[in-house]
C-alpha cells in the first residue's frame, strides 16, 4: 500500500518561509517522479512544482517560480518543497502526489493516484 505523509506546515508572515516534507513508503520511491499540489477555500487544486525521479529535472506553476524549490532525497524516501518570500496568496492546504506511471513527471493531477493528507500553509500580511 502507497503512503504519502506530509509534515512542515504552518503559519508564516510574508516574506517568511516554510519548509514542507513528504514521505512515501509502499512502492520503489526513486522509480516515480513526485509533484506538490494546492488547493486554496473555494478554488481548484493547482499545481505547484514537479521533480523528475532522478530529480534532475524540476518545473515549476509561474506564480512560485524563483521562489519555491523542489528537492528530493531517493535514499530517504522524501521529497521537499521549500518555500521562500511566502505571500498570503500562496496559503492553501498543499499535497504531495506520486504519479501513476514510472518515470513520469507531469503536471496534470489526473496523472497521480497517490495523494497525502494535505498540510495547511497560512500566509499572513
Known amino acids: 500500500q502507497v503512503q504519502l505523509v506530509e509534515s512542515g506546515g504552518g503559519l508564516a508572515q510574508a516574506g517568511g518561509s516554510l519548509r514542507l516534507s513528504c514521505v512515501v513508503s509502499g512502492r520503489t520511491f526513486s522509480r516515480y517522479g513526485m509533484g506538490w499540489f494546492r488547493q486554496a477555500p473555494g478554488k481548484e487544486r493547482e499545481f505547484v512544482a514537479v521533480i523528475s525521479w532522478s530529480g534532475g529535472t524540476t518545473y515549476y506553476a509561474d506564480s512560485v517560480k524563483g521562489r519555491f524549490t523542489i528537492s528530493r532525497d531517493n535514499a530517504k524516501n522524501t521529497v521537499n518543497l521549500q518555500m521562500n518570500s511566502l505571500k498570503p496568496e500562496d496559503t492553501a492546504v498543499y499535497y504531495c502526489?506520486?504519479?501513476?506511471?514510472?518515470?513520469?513527471?507531469?503536471?496534470?493531477?489526473?496523472?497521480?493516484?497517490?495523494w497525502g493528507q494535505g498540510t495547511q500553509v497560512t500566509v499572513s500580511s
Open positions: 502526489a506520486a504519479p501513476t506511471s514510472t518515470y513520469s513527471s507531469t503536471t496534470n493531477p489526473d496523472a497521480y493516484d497517490y
